[in-house]
């Protein structure tokens, strides 16, 4: 069975940091591109960014770019995302996902085979 287990979420001030941490049980775990989601309340699963199996080319969502960097360490079997200049509009539950998919990382839910449970987010004005 599949885990991939989110952590460091929680409550911040806007202009705030967070950095959010995902480990994962895939074996080998370097075979699998990972993404991070997020989903605000009454709204769609809307992606975050993206990182290659090698972690070598990453994709990001425009309205995170310069702010949210996507890392991973296959050593340890781990993805973080940094999150800086945290606004209000950034609340939401982030997910964790990994996708056996080669080539162009992709930025849909359905593209992705495995999730974790979520960690809220929560930025304050």
């Known amino acids: 069975q599949v885990h991939l287990v989110e952590s460091g979420g929680g409550l911040v001030q806007a202009g705030g940091s967070l950095r959010l941490s995902c480990a994962a049980s895939l074996r080998p775990f370097s075979r699998y591109a990972m993404g991070w989601f997020r989903q605000a309340p009454g709204k769609g699963r809307e992606f975050v960014v993206s990182?290659?199996?090698?972690?070598?080319?990453?994709r990001t969502m425009d309205s995170v770019k310069g702010r949210f960097t996507v890392s991973r360490d296959n050593a340890k079997n781990t993805v973080s995302l940094q999150m800086n200049i945290l606004r209000p509009e950034d609340t939401a539950v982030y997910y964790c996902?990994?996708?056996?998919?080669?080539?162009?990382?992709?930025?849909?839910?359905?593209?992705?085979?495995?999730w974790g449970q979520g960690t809220q987010v929560t930025v304050s004005s």
């Open positions: 996902a990994a996708t056996e998919r080669r080539g162009f990382l992709p930025i849909t839910p359905r593209e992705y085979n495995y």
């Open positions: 990182i290659s199996a090698s972690g070598d080319s990453t």
